[in-house]
């Protein structure tokens, strides 16, 4: 629901944004109706998280309309990181996120998952490399030693980064998610919707680790991100009408063959 929320207000911003109209009756009230269902539906499964990385998301998408933003859209990133380093200096000062948390209707132990990431890494795995991809879980050493209310997650991609592939691992992901990023801020030079979207979904991605596993999972989001991720593919060559066609490429690399026979 929350990929689908998430592209469903990027279809809005490009349409909106561009000189794209909406013709006929349904095709103009269908994706209203289709994003209230999202909205709906999110609400329904009561996911916080899910619901914050659909704001947030939703929100960096929207400033695309923004006259005040169009012309910054490579100050994003740059917001984003000033933003997070106060709310970090804040919190470590005021411990401001309690009452943000209390707003949301949860507490401090995020549903009872710090519990469950104390137990996950009080446990004896290697430090430095892990117990190997996606192995944790399947490694009966390891669940004889977990309560049973510990199921097959550890609902944070960090911690299970960390089980998977210990330092190594975190070295790894903080490696890709700068790649990642140093790409979308590249993109984001350009100011289409589309590199916005990417920022995006990077800034969904992040958040929705802390409670979720999604970081080398094949979750809706995490599939999402690998999009994000790669963003568009261009060709590097570009043939111009002076090129040779097609088909006159490949008759001359077959009379090259002929001559070599």
């Known amino acids: 629901v929350l990929v ?4 469903l207000v990027w279809d809005w911003a490009e349409r909106t944004s561009s000189a794209q109209t909406l013709r006929g009756r349904i095709e103009r009230y269908l994706l209203p109706t289709l994003l209230g269902m999202a909205v709906y539906l999110l609400y329904l499964c009561d996911s916080k998280t899910s619901m914050l990385c ?7 998408i929207a400033s695309i309309r923004l006259p005040a933003f169009r012309q910054r859209f490579n100050r994003l990133s740059r917001y984003v990181l000033i933003g997070g380093t106060i709310f970090y200096l804040l919190e ?8 943000l948390l209390s707003v949301l209707g949860r507490d401090a132990t995020f549903t009872g998952r710090t519990e469950v990431w104390r137990v996950l890494l009080e446990l004896n795995t290697n430090r430095l490399h892990g117990t190997g991809f996606m192995s944790f879980w399947d490694d009966p050493f390891y669940q004889s030693q977990l309560p049973y209310w510990v199921a097959f997650s550890a609902h944070n991609g960090y911690v299970d980064i960390f089980l998977a592939g210990g330092v190594l691992g975190i070295i790894a992901l903080i490696i890709m998610v700068l790649g990642v990023s140093t790409k979308i801020n590249h993109a984001l030079n350009q100011g289409t919707t589309l590199a916005v979207f990417r ?8 958040i929705g680790n802390f409670s979720e596993s999604n ?4 979750t809706p989001l995490g599939f999402l991100f690998l999009i994000a991720a790669i963003g568009e593919v261009q060709p590097k060559y570009a043939w111009s009408e002076s090129s040779p066609s097609a088909s006159e490429r490949s008759a001359s690399q077959a009379d090259s063959v002929i001559e070599v026979r």
């Open 215 to 218: 970081f080398a999972c094949m």
């Open 92 to 99: 470590w000062q005021f411990k401001i996120s309690a009452p």
């Open 4 to 7: 689908c929320g998430l592209v």
């Open 199 to 206: 920022f995006a979904v990077l800034l969904a991605m992040l």
């Open 54 to 60: 659909f704001v947030a998301g939703s929100l960096i």
